[in-house]
């Protein structure tokens, strides 16, 4: 195969073994909640919602409907989309802060939802920057020659860990979930290169302090509202955007390519205003970003997964077109990824 690029590191995926992306799926709970319906529960406006953050509404999971059964049905329509049946996955890893439970991981859920018997499962957690963390550990596996199958998947019920009683929160996060089906197949690219990055010190920013070994579950941790997610958004925002920033311009310069090349950026759908800041920094024009938002808010891990997925079904990138993932999240993480589609 014909390297397109000059970067040794770019380089490097093509010359060895190319990681394509050979299906992708996604899927969204059918309950709409709207920002009139939340101007019902706790003081806040539609105006408010969509002036600072973009959101007009967002998908919440049934009672009984868990990450993994969202997680299973993405899974399915991206083998669907790769032409593979579940016996052929060799490993299944699912990024997710919200799992089913502590334990078994929502992999090993997802394995027996949708009958992939002879793959191995694990979870990942990196919080929102969770689907590019495990697009590239899955590719090292395709890479290395380990697996010929790779099902990587992003999948978040953060409805059950919001306080709905918290304005500050309650309004910017849904559920959902997107897959995709890693591959080695001729004359195809896919993932050019993933960059990932954390920084523990400001673990504080956003977190659910309990249900861990640090803070188990008591009535009073509890009662404590300890078993919520937290945020302190406007710290939160800022360090998105320079992290965001830095981690596209890195993936870029790996890529020894240009925003120009670029046909479609997908950013982590937190906040239109993030969005918007990262674009302008990275002197990306409106119609190169996709923003899907408005109608799921902030669905962390499965964020960017269920945007791929919407980017491709709509036609708007081509076979052969580059895409960048740029990602961010609680930890702190950040991670960008280029994708040859
Ligand atoms: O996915 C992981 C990463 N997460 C993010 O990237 C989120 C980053 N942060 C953000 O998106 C924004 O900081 C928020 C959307 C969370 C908040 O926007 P902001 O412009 O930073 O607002 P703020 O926190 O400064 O709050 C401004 C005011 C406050 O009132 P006072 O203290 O100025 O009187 C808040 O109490 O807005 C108030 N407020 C609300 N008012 C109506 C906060 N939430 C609401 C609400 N409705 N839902």
């Not at 050979?22 to 319906?37: C, D, F, K, M, Q």
């Not at 406006?45 to 998908?59: A, H, L, N, P, Y």
């Not at 919407?310 to 999240?329: N, P, T, W």
Request: net charge neutral; hydrophobic share 45%; glycine share 8%.
């Amino acid at each position: 195969m014909k390297p397109k690029f000059k970067n040794p590191r770019a380089q490097h995926n093509f010359q060895g073994r190319p990681c394509s992306i050979a299906g992708v799926g996604s899927y969204v709970p059918e309950r709409i909640l709207t920002n009139a319906e939340l101007e019902k529960m706790v003081d806040t406006t539609d105006e408010w919602i969509t002036s600072r953050t973009g959101i007009r509404e967002r998908r919440i999971a049934a009672v009984d409907e868990f990450t993994s059964d969202l997680a299973a049905k993405a899974a399915k329509r991206a083998m669907k989309m790769a032409g593979i049946t579940a016996d052929k996955i060799d490993l299944i890893i699912v990024a997710t802060l919200t799992p089913d439970m502590q334990f078994p991981s929502t992999a090993c859920l997802v394995q027996r939802k949708i009958g992939a018997a002879r793959a191995a499962a694990f979870d990942v957690e990196a919080a929102c920057s969770g689907f590019i963390y495990a697009l590239e550990i899955g590719q090292q596996f395709i890479l290395s020659r380990t697996y010929e199958t790779v099902l990587v998947i992003g999948a978040e019920k953060l409805s059950s860990i919001v306080n709905w009683k918290d304005r500050n929160t309650c309004v910017l996060f849904g559920d959902g979930a997107g897959a995709a089906i890693l591959q080695h197949r001729e004359n195809t690219h896919g993932l050019l290169t993933a960059v990932m990055g954390a920084d523990g010190n400001k673990a504080d920013l956003l977190s659910m302090p309990g249900g861990g070994s640090a803070c188990p579950a008591t009535l009073e941790s509890v009662a404590a509202g300890l078993h919520f997610l937290r945020m302190d958004g406007k710290e939160t925002f800022k360090n998105a955007v320079n992290a965001m920033v830095s981690a596209a311009h890195e993936a870029l310069r790996r890529c020894d390519i240009d925003i120009t090349r670029i046909k479609c950026v997908i950013p982590h759908q937190a906040n239109q205003r993030i969005v918007d800041a990262v674009g302008e920094r990275l002197k990306a024009t409106p119609e190169q970003i996709f923003v899907n938002l408005h109608k799921y808010g902030n669905t962390s891990a499965a964020s960017v997964a269920i945007a791929l997925d919407e980017v491709v079904a709509s036609g708007k990138i081509q076979r052969g077109d580059l895409v960048l993932l740029v990602v961010f999240g609680a930890g702190l993480t950040w991670g960008a990824a280029v994708i040859e589609w």
